[in-house]
Nanobody
Framework: QVQLVESGGGLVQAGGSLRLSCAAS????????KAWCRQAPGKEREFVAA????????SYADSVKGRFTISRDNAKNTVYLQMNSLKPEDTAVYYC????????????????WGQGTQVTVSS
């Protein structure tokens, strides 16, 4: 059974940092693109960042560019999200996701999801 488990969320003051981790089990996702998305109360889930299956290419939502960094460690079957200069508007539940298809970075379909980790940024 495939499981994605996020960790690293919590309460932090504005300007602070957090590092989220998402560990996969039940399947090796070393050849799959991965992403982080978030959902704030009363809002739809939105894309935050993605990393290509090879790890050489990343993309970010405009709202987090220059502050967040996505990375992956295939040996640990884990994807990370380093979040710096956090703002109150970053408050949300953060989810990791894995693409449906391996060896592909075109038009990803995020099929596998974790249960989410809460990030709260106080002003």
């Amino acid at each position: 059974q495939v499981q994605l488990v996020e960790s690293g969320g919590g309460l932090v003051q504005a300007g602070g940092s957090l590092r989220l981790s998402c560990a996969a089990s039940g399947r090796t996702f070393s050849t799959y693109a991965k992403a982080w998305c978030r959902q704030a109360p009363g809002k739809e889930r939105e894309f935050v960042a993605a990393v290509s299956w090879r790890g050489g290419s990343t993309s970010y939502a405009d709202s987090v560019k220059g502050r967040f960094t996505i990375s992956r460690d295939n040996a640990k079957n884990t994807v990370y999200l380093q979040m710096n200069s956090l703002k109150p508007e970053d408050t949300a539940v953060y989810y990791c996701a894995v693409d449906r298809s391996p060896y592909s970075d075109n038009d990803p379909v995020w099929e596998y999801w974790g249960q989410g980790t809460q990030v709260t940024v106080s002003s």
